[in-house]
Antibody, heavy 114, light 107 residues
Framework: QVQLQESGPGLVKPSQTLSLTCTVS??????????WSWIRQPAGKGLEWIGR???????NYNPPLESRVTMSVDTSKNQFSLKLSSVTAADTAVYYC??????WGKGTTVTVSS | EIVLTQSPATLSLSPGERATLSCRAS??????LVWYQQKPGQPPRLFIY???YRATGVPARFSGSGSGTDFTLTISSLEPEDFAVYHC?????????FGGGTKVEIK
């Protein structure tokens, strides 16, 4: 059973860069043709797909966020990461990593505030 | 991008009643649509994939139907544990997109 766990700061200052890491266990991040995603959900709102990365490092980002998003993968650590630059209060949300559609992390809350 | 519109936003029903949730896509997604259930403080859980196939462990009272632009999630007889938010997601075109969700609440 694949498990995912998000980690990173819960508080980020406006204009700074949000950095999160997702650690995968119960399976290799390099196995199969899966991709690994980041999704976020502001409190009380719907889900927003941020982007995805393959073990090869190939990425696709959601266009509205593309200029601020960078994803990377570290196959030796079985981890993948998200960086979101120039954050504002609108980026406050629960951030999920996932191997869509069936395996999701529990989510981590990130608040953007000074 | 493909816009998914879920209706209604909130469905107020009693246990034992039938629930019918709609997800409409702005353009065809074939059958590349999934439904998730989400409870407070939890991540989404896959319930239906490829429009009509139940994920592992999902009770038979849940069924999905549709193709193209119109999809339906039906819960034949609501159990207490079914009261939650249901999200649809299209997995046909990049970027993947979600609907706004339907909250099924106890009447």
């Amino acid at each position: 059973q694949v498990q995912l766990q998000e980690s990173g700061p819960g508080l980020v200052k406006p204009s700074q860069t949000l950095s999160l890491t997702c650690t995968v266990s119960g399976g290799s991040i390099s196995s199969g043709s899966f991709y690994w995603s980041w999704i976020r959900q502001p409190a009380g709102k719907g889900l927003e797909w941020i982007g995805r990365i393959y073990a090869s490092g190939s990425t696709n980002y959601n266009p509205p966020l593309e200029s601020r998003v960078t994803m990377s993968v570290d196959t030796s650590k079985n981890q993948f990461s998200l960086k979101l630059s120039s954050v504002t209060a609108a980026d406050t949300a629960v951030y999920y990593c996932a191997r869509e559609p069936d395996f999701w992390g529990k989510g981590t809350t990130v608040t953007v505030s000074s | 991008e493909i816009v998914l519109t879920q209706s209604p936003a909130t469905l107020s029903l009693s246990p034992g009643e039938r629930a019918t949730l709609s997800c409409r896509a702005s353009q065809s997604v074939s059958r590349n649509l999934v439904w998730y259930q989400q409870k407070p403080g939890q991540p989404p859980r896959l319930f239906i994939y490829d429009a009509s196939y139940r994920a592992t462990g999902v009770p038979a009272r849940f069924s999905g139907s549709g193709s193209g632009t119109d999809f339906t999630l039906t819960i034949s007889s609501l159990e207490p544990e079914d009261f939650a938010v249901y999200h649809c997601q299209q997995r046909s075109n990049w970027p993947l997109t979600f609907g706004g969700g339907t909250k099924v609440e106890i009447k």
